[in-house]
């Protein structure tokens, strides 16, 4: 059975930093799998925050998060990561970790900031 277990989530001020985990177990964590981060805001449809590919390792991230937010995984460990620095208020939300080739996701860890 494969399972996504996100954590690293909390309460931070504006401009703090937290490196949210994922880790997939179940499934063999290949380089051809494509792995996303998204995030759901109260009351707001889940969007997608970037992705690792299979091509190299090649990240991508949406304009609301380049320059702050970096994504990378660890293959030893099974694990995904983001890296979230200098956060903002409108940040705050669930992030969820997806495996888009099966439609894999975790239950999310919630992220709020405030000060």
């Known amino acids: 059975q494969v ?18 985990s994922c880790v997939v177990s ?4 290949r380089r051809q799998y494509e792995m996303r981060w998204y995030r759901q805001a109260p009351g707001k449809e889940r969007e997608l925050v970037g992705g690792i590919t299979s091509a ?3 990240t991508m991230l949406e304009d609301s998060w380049k320059g ?17 620095n200098n956060l903002k208020p409108e940040d705050t939300g669930v992030y969820f970790c997806n495996v888009p080739t099966y439609n894999y996701w ?3 860890t919630q992220v709020t900031v405030s000060s």
Not at 26 to 29: N, P, S, V
């Open 26 to 29: 179940g499934l063999t964590f």
């Open 3 to 20: 399972q996504l277990v996100e954590s690293g989530g909390g309460l931070v001020q504006p401009g703090g930093s937290l490196t949210l």
């Open 106 to 108: 975790g239950r999310g």
């Open 68 to 84: 702050r937010f970096t994504i990378s995984r660890d293959y030893a460990s099974n694990t995904l990561y983001l890296q979230m």
């Open 56 to 58: 190299n390792d090649h």
